[in-house]
């Protein structure tokens, strides 16, 4: 998990200690985290036209064999090459986009992402911590990058994740209040510990399955190089790439509600 700020390296050790607050957090505090399979039997059961995906539902994860790719804390000096690998490979991913010194620093790459189909998605301002902050402190990480993103693309995210995937009420209502969805994981790499391209991709390969939500940050150097093999493979295995909405189709991510495979 994601425990360091951008551009710091932690060892691996202090990921254990994220990985046991995040259990204890979802615990303790009556968050509970709800799968994409069960995201789409809901609105299946909710509804006989299945109009919850909308446009976003073109490839039936119920049926097919759907992994989505993941990307936190950028953009970065990198992000542009990660594109130009997801267009030639034609896979969609996910952002969940940093305000300060991401977003703000790079506002032609945010606004490529999202031409180019991607989902853009939130990861807070400054990446504090949101379960050590009131829900004013709170508030103010989530809604600048909101309004951050929202002027470049003219859209305003529906997704959002938590440094370190820590999330309690409070959070989970403030992300209500700002029409969030709060989305975790299944994989990591842990790239944030290495810049062993071959052994992030392992990690992710080896750690695949489906309905799984890949965690990856492309402003550290092993990552973006890393990428390439790990579609190739997973495609090999029979994976179809899709972003978190099309994960959920025909259901869609509910505001407050947290989403882990």
Not at 43 to 55: N, R, T
Not at 235 to 257: I, M, S, W
């Amino acid at each position: 998990m994601f425990r360091s700020r951008p551009g710091v390296f932690r060892a691996p050790a202090v990921a254990l200690v994220a990985a046991a607050s995040l259990i204890l957090t979802l615990s303790g505090c009556g968050v509970d985290p709800i799968t994409p399979g069960d995201a789409r039997g809901k609105a299946a059961s909710d509804s006989s036209d299945s109009k919850g995906g909308g446009g976003e539902g073109a490839v039936d994860c119920a049926r097919a064999k759907c992994i989505a790719l993941t990307f936190d804390a950028g953009p970065g000096k990198d992000t542009p090459h990660l594109l130009d690998i997801l267009k030639e490979k034609q896979v969609p991913a996910t952002f969940f986009l940093l305000g300060k010194k991401h977003v703000d620093r790079y506002p032609e790459v945010v606004r490529r992402i999202h031409d180019e189909g991607h989902e853009v998605a939130n990861h807070t301002w400054t990446h504090r911590v949101l379960t050590d902050l009131d829900a004013d402190e709170v508030r103010d990480e989530l809604s600048r990058t909101q309004e951050a993103i929202r002027k470049i693309t003219g859209r305003t995210p529906t997704l959002m994740r938590p440094p370190q995937g820590r999330t309690d009420g409070t959070v989970s209502d403030v992300s209500r209040d700002l029409g969030l969805a709060q989305i975790l994981w299944s994989v990591t790499a842990k790239d944030y510990s290495t810049t062993d391209s071959a052994l992030i991709r392992r990690r992710v390969v080896d750690a695949a399955r489906v309905d799984g939500i890949i965690l990856l940050h492309d402003i550290y150097d092993g990552t973006v190089p890393a990428v390439p093999g790990i579609i190739d493979e997973l495609k090999r295995r029979g994976f179809t790439f899709v972003t978190v909405p099309q994960l959920l189709a025909p259901g869609t991510a509910e505001p407050g509600t947290v989403y882990r495979p």
